[in-house]
């Protein structure tokens, strides 16, 4: 399991950035993302809001209110890895085919 995570982690495509919002603005989580070359966009507690996170953060909570249609994966029944993520790859096959039919 490791080598395999460790394989997957290390060939996954990385946008170099990530986007957080105030709960984790700490100087410790900065300077962890910042050693592993990744360019934290992080809300700064305090500051005044509209600083363009929630355009970002609509499109993934789009994303998980589409996957949530799916009952199975609304609570996670399956014990192994696995299969939950064989389950998450279907969802998403089936939401693409939906969208491409209702375009074309």
Do not use: N
Request: aromatic share 10%; hydrophobic share 40%.
């Amino acid at each position: 399991m490791c080598a395999r995570w460790t394989t997957a982690r290390s060939t996954a495509p990385t946008s170099g950035r990530l986007f957080a919002d105030r709960g984790y603005d700490f100087d410790k989580y900065r300077r962890l993302l910042w050693k592993r070359g990744i360019k934290p966009l992080i809300a700064r507690r305090g500051a005044a809001h509209g600083f363009g996170l929630g355009r970002t953060r609509w499109v993934v909570e789009r994303a998980c209110a589409w996957l949530h249609q799916f009952k199975r994966l609304r609570i996670r029944y399956e014990r192994r890895a696995d299969l939950h993520q064989s389950l998450l790859e279907l969802a998403c096959s089936i939401i693409c085919l939906r969208r491409l039919r209702r375009s074309g």
